[in-house]
């Protein structure tokens, strides 16, 4: 459906180098990565809005490199949603259709039909300034949907609202997806919106893109330590992997041996995210090949979940709900053993 081939840009200071992206039909791709990565300059250059130093952009098989933004058929929502103050919400909606060769009553109909979709039939004769965050961002969709896109570009859409809108906005961002299957571009830099909304992640760092794949891929098998923290894996180490006895392979650090699964030999990184180390007052009887003991030298208390480092060495995040450490009676300075299996060590 689109295809980036080797897409190069400089805009004042700021560069992209040899971006290559695929993204399929009828697809929700998530291009993640830090504030300031470049990603609504991405987002620009693929909606024809900021110019290309070399490369190439298709849709749908055509090529749209040296095409005008009127003529890409590629809808824009912004972070900042960008509604026009003097224009009520059905006017907003309707400012793309304009210009085509459709009558007024095809074009209210395509505006009712989508309010109603978006669930702001309500609001029509309103203007922008009286719009809350939420119903200002459905506008600003409504709008981009309106022209019939090919391809829906999203920057940010989540990140100006509060929680509970933010969470109730995303559900309804994947379901009106899921019923009108466009192909969708949805710029965030927050992990666990990708992970929540996305069918495949892209992840753009260092004016690259560092890492395309599935949410779960991304989530479990980075291939960086970039993509690592930015995935949250939280223990990343840097060791040597050798044979051990048996054949089982093992990663050093810090004076610690652990049991992992790959086939990769030499000074590679490690990863272990928190939720896979159970955390237990004796050793368990488990088939975890991994099992230390540590002290609590830490907590970071996040509501109902809590962060324990555990020092082995080297230092472990553990992730634990706050009814198991209330339970266990754990405190910094206790001793704990920790308990993961070989294969939630990621090596790379």
């Given at each position: 459906m689109i295809e980036i081939k080797n897409?190069?840009?400089?805009?004042g200071g700021f560069?992209?180098?040899?971006?290559?992206?695929?993204?399929?039909?009828g697809e929700y791709f998530i291009l993640l990565g830090p504030t300031g990565a470049g990603k609504t300059v991405l987002l620009e250059a693929i909606a024809g809005l900021c110019p290309i130093k070399s490369g190439q952009i298709k849709v749908n098989n055509r090529d749209v490199t040296?095409?005008?933004?009127?003529?890409?058929?590629?809808?824009?929502?912004y972070q900042d949603h960008m509604l026009f103050p003097h224009l009520t919400v059905a006017m907003n909606i309707c400012f793309g259709l304009r210009h085509r060769d459709e009558s007024k009553r095809e074009i209210e109909a395509t505006a009712s039909r989508l309010a109603e979709l978006?669930?702001?039939?309500?609001?029509?004769?309103?203007?922008?300034?009286?719009?809350?965050g939420g119903e200002s961002q459905k506008v600003a969709l409504a709008r981009a949907l309106a022209i019939e896109?090919?391809?829906?570009?999203?920057?940010?859409?989540?990140?100006?609202?509060?929680?509970?809108?933010?969470?109730a906005t995303q559900r309804e961002l994947r379901q009106l997806h899921d019923q009108l299957k466009v192909t969708t571009i949805h710029v965030t830099h927050d992990f666990e919106e990708a992970v929540a909304l996305g069918d495949r992640i892209a992840v753009l760092g260092n004016s690259h893109i560092i890492q395309t794949g599935t949410p779960e891929q991304?989530?479990?098998?980075?291939?960086?330590?970039?993509?690592?923290?930015?995935a949250l894996a939280r223990n990343i180490f840097e060791g040597d992997v050798q044979d051990g006895r048996s054949g089982q392979a093992t990663f050093s650090v810090g004076g610690t041996k652990l049991a992992v699964v790959t086939d990769l030999r030499?000074?590679?990184?490690?990863?272990?995210?928190?939720?896979?180390i159970l955390i237990s007052r004796?050793?368990?009887?488990?088939?975890?090949?991994?099992?230390l003991s540590g002290t609590i030298t830490h907590m970071a208390d996040k509501g109902s979940i809590i962060y324990l480092t555990v020092s082995v060495p080297p230092d472990f995040s553990c992730l634990i709900t706050r009814r198991s450490y209330e339970e266990m009676g754990l405190r910094e300075g206790m001793t704990v053993y920790i308990t993961f299996k070989a294969s939630a060590v990621h090596i790379f």
């Open positions: 897409l190069s840009l400089s805009l560069f992209l180098e040899d971006i290559n992206l695929e993204v399929k039909d040296l095409l005008g933004p009127e003529k890409r058929n590629i809808g824009f929502a978006l669930g702001i039939s309500h609001l029509m004769n309103r203007k922008p300034d009286t719009l809350s896109p090919e391809l829906l570009l999203l920057d940010e859409p989540l990140s100006a609202l509060d929680p509970e809108t933010r969470e991304i989530f479990r098998s980075p291939n960086s330590e970039f993509v690592a923290r930015f030499g000074q590679l990184h490690a990863t272990i995210r928190p939720e896979d004796k050793p368990l009887a488990s088939s975890a090949l991994n099992s």
